[in-house]
């Protein structure tokens, strides 16, 4: 059966299509109007490119990482032992900050193991800069902003660097 029967009769908006438009021009005028927004002239989606900025919780999380992990020799770590207020860290690897371990236990989405890598460990300590948003479309990466930041600024008024550094030495 298919899966429609299921359903009392309801019509699936679709938009109209151009008999004449081949599959590659409409891929054409996807990406013509991607960056600022538009809908897919196949299936009538919204298609965009979305700008996702480094912000203070993605640092906060990287710093506790760095600490905890250079404590245990590099070791992984569990990112409940990682300072965070929202769940939006894990974005930190779109950045090449960070890379999380396999999962043995297949029940599980991930084993919530985690280590920064070379850069991330760079960047918490000040010493490289970083592209202040990371391009997504359709959730995955498709390019940095050429504006960077440093670890401070994406901290933001609200942290004290310095201070972070030191309680965590
Ligand atoms: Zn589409």
């Not at 019509?11 to 409409?26: Q, R």
């Not at 569990?78 to 769940?87: A, E, L, P």
């Not at 202040?132 to 960077?148: E, H, I, Q, V």
Request: proline share 4%; hydrophobic share 35%; net charge neutral.
């Amino acid at each position: 059966m298919r899966q429609l029967d299921l359903f009392e009769p309801l019509e699936i908006p679709l938009p109209k299509v151009d008999p004449n438009m081949t599959l590659d021009e409409a891929q054409t005028l996807v990406l013509d109007s991607v960056v600022e927004g538009s809908f897919c002239p196949c299936c009538g989606q919204r298609v965009q490119v979305y700008q996702r900025k480094f912000n203070a919780n993605f640092a906060t999380f990287l710093i506790s990482l760095v600490m905890r992990s250079k404590e245990r020799g590099w070791d992984w770590v569990h990112y409940s032992d990682c300072q965070f207020k929202g769940r939006d860290y894990p974005y930190i690897k779109v950045w090449g900050l960070a890379i999380t371990a396999e999962n043995d236990d297949t029940r599980k989405r991930s084993s919530g193991l985690w280590k920064p890598t070379e850069r991330g460990v760079a960047f918490v300590n000040g010493t490289v800069r970083l592209h202040r948003y990371a391009m997504m479309y359709d959730n995955k990466l498709c390019g940095y902003s050429k504006d960077t930041i440093h670890i401070w600024d994406a901290l933001g008024s609200r942290f004290d660097y310095d201070e972070m550094m030191r309680s965590w030495r």
